[in-house]
């Protein structure tokens, strides 16, 4: 089998601004979402992009325009007819734009509806709130339709509906959808689109406020905190019999972190030799290529769930022939669909004696929008030179899928990974499998009790843990991490490892793509 060519799974999912060579697919989605309301005209368009481009935003999938929304900064006056849409937003010609202003005001968003489900709308309202912090805004300002009301119109009022709307007796895909992100409800606004036959005319004022906001400052002068939120999943191996049962279990995970906000969900270490329980099994290297066959629906089924579910997913590790050698790799898989990948470079005595694993041959750091990571597949943990390269390379988040049959095998992951964040003033994550698949040689027991640590001082978790699974349960943990502490220990902690290395007694030496580097 030649070597896996990622480009092939990837989805080019983008966020940008918009441009007006974006007019025409803009205006059939709009009539798309807004059906019989007057769609952008195309000088609005020009006049937005070139009065405020920063706030013409858009998501591109696969060359596909899938959402958009507009905005533009106004002074904040109570006295401001904000109920009226047409001439808070210039008709939305938005010349009245304030670039020196306090409050954004959103004018409108939309998801195309082949690409509802995956969470645009988050992205595109994140984006708005990411613009409200670097300018330093006070508010997000947003009036949003409930299309949901025409189905009860005949049995309540508007008031009733939005109030069951926000008690989460009723749904509405925009309402419930901004107070999801943090918006605040205000008011009810009549008359706001009349020819908005689902929402009967009617539309909310809702509002968003930034906490980082300084009166006085114009821009945003640095965050204290960097928090980067983590899901880590402790999965237990079960029985199955198509590789639709596998997604089902997968999803309900990475769905939970999604709705948590995580930035990363962390699966385990060969999780995927649960799909051995499914085929025909021959002797265990036999059955190691066999789930090899499994890895383009792996990376179609992952690669859809980071980009769906806006989180980015370290999947496990997998099996993968590559020019008839078989490897353990571990994947990344971005929320903007692309893909990274890291093969285990230690094989273990048992994963040689029972699957004929071929070792990889670099450590990779990865970026993503969360800032540089790496991802060391289990016994590559215990090797203290792989994580002094991979935070030479300036990964600052080490994530360590793993797969352990016995409590001594997983304290060696355990010991090893806490050892590695006082070395080099990282975060290590470690997700494994509980649960037992009888039958499947060298993948029928499992002991696991999955973590996230820190480095041993002070401003940390008091034992270097910010949290741990119960041994041995299927669970989820989710905790935030904040890689501007691990900068400023780095710098003035009570101990400084990494400055303090003796680099004129010994040094790390590695090789990669023929070239020689120190560490």
């Known amino acids: 089998m030649e070597t896996i060519d990622l480009a092939e799974f990837e989805w080019k999912t983008i966020l940008r601004r918009l441009t007006i060579d974006d007019f025409d697919a803009l205006v059939e989605m709009q009539k798309l979402c807004f059906g019989g309301m007057q769609p952008w005209e195309k000088s609005q368009i020009e006049s937005q992009i070139h009065l405020f481009p920063q706030g013409q935003l858009c998501i591109e999938i696969e060359g596909k325009l899938a959402a958009s929304c507009s905005s533009l900064i106004l002074d904040y006056d109570p006295e401001l007819p904000w109920h009226d849409w047409k001439k808070v937003a210039d008709n939305g010609y938005i010349r009245n734009h304030n670039p020196k202003g306090d409050t954004l005001y959103g004018i409108e968003i939309m998801v195309h509806p082949e690409f509802r489900g995956m969470k645009l709308s988050r992205r595109l309202y994140d984006a708005r709130k990411e613009l409200c912090r670097e300018k330093n805004l006070e508010r997000i300002v947003i009036a949003g339709r409930i299309p949901g009301f025409s189905q009860h119109a005949d049995q309540m009022t508007a008031r009733e509906y939005v109030e069951k709307v926000v008690d989460k007796s009723l749904y509405d895909p925009v309402l419930t959808a901004q107070l999801s992100n943090g918006f605040a409800l205000n008011g009810l606004i009549p008359d706001y689109f009349p020819s908005d036959v689902a929402s009967r005319g009617f539309a909310t004022s809702l509002d968003w406020r930034n906490l980082d906001y300084q009166r006085g400052a114009r821009r945003r002068y640095g965050h204290t905190t960097e928090p980067i939120r983590l899901a880590v999943v402790q999965y237990q191996m079960r029985t199955i019999s198509v590789f639709s049962e596998f997604e089902t279990q997968c999803e309900f995970f990475i769905d939970t972190a999604s709705e948590y906000k995580s930035d990363f969900v962390v699966f385990p270490e060969l999780f995927t030799t649960q799909l051995l329980s499914c085929v025909h099994q021959d002797r265990p290297g036999s059955a190691a290529r066999k ?145 037992n698949l009888p039958f499947v040689e060298n993948s029928d027991l499992h002991y696991a009790q999955s973590a996230i640590f820190t480095p041993a001082d002070a401003e940390f978790a008091r034992d270097g843990i910010v949290a741990e699974c119960n041994a041995n349960i299927e669970t989820m943990i989710i905790e935030d991490v904040d890689v501007e502490q691990l900068r400023r220990h780095k710098e003035s902690g009570s101990v400084q490892n990494w400055n303090d290395r003796r680099r004129d007694l010994y040094k790390v030496v590695y090789r990669e793509n023929g070239e020689e580097f120190e560490v």
Not at 301 to 328: C, P, Q, R, W
């Open 291 to 435: 789930l090899a066959e499994f890895t383009p629906q792996y990376l179609d089924f992952f690669t859809e769930m980071a980009v769906k579910y806006d989180i980015n997913i370290i999947g496990g590790s997998h099996f993968v022939v590559e020019e008839d050698s078989l490897f353990n790799v571990a994947y990344l898989f971005r929320r903007d669909g692309s893909i990274g990948k890291q093969e285990k470079i230690h094989i273990t005595p048992s994963e040689r004696k029972w699957w004929g694993v071929s070792p990889g041959r670099s450590v990779t750091t990865f970026d993503t929008d969360c800032g540089r990571i790496a991802i060391l597949v289990c016994y590559d943990i215990e090797f203290p030179e792989l994580v002094r390269i991979a935070a030479q390379k300036g990964a600052k988040i080490i994530f360590v899928p793993f797969n352990t049959d016995t409590r001594q095998g997983y304290l060696r992951v355990r010991n090893c990974a806490m050892a590695r964040c006082i070395e080099n003033h990282v975060y290590v994550a470690v997700s494994g499998c509980t649960g």
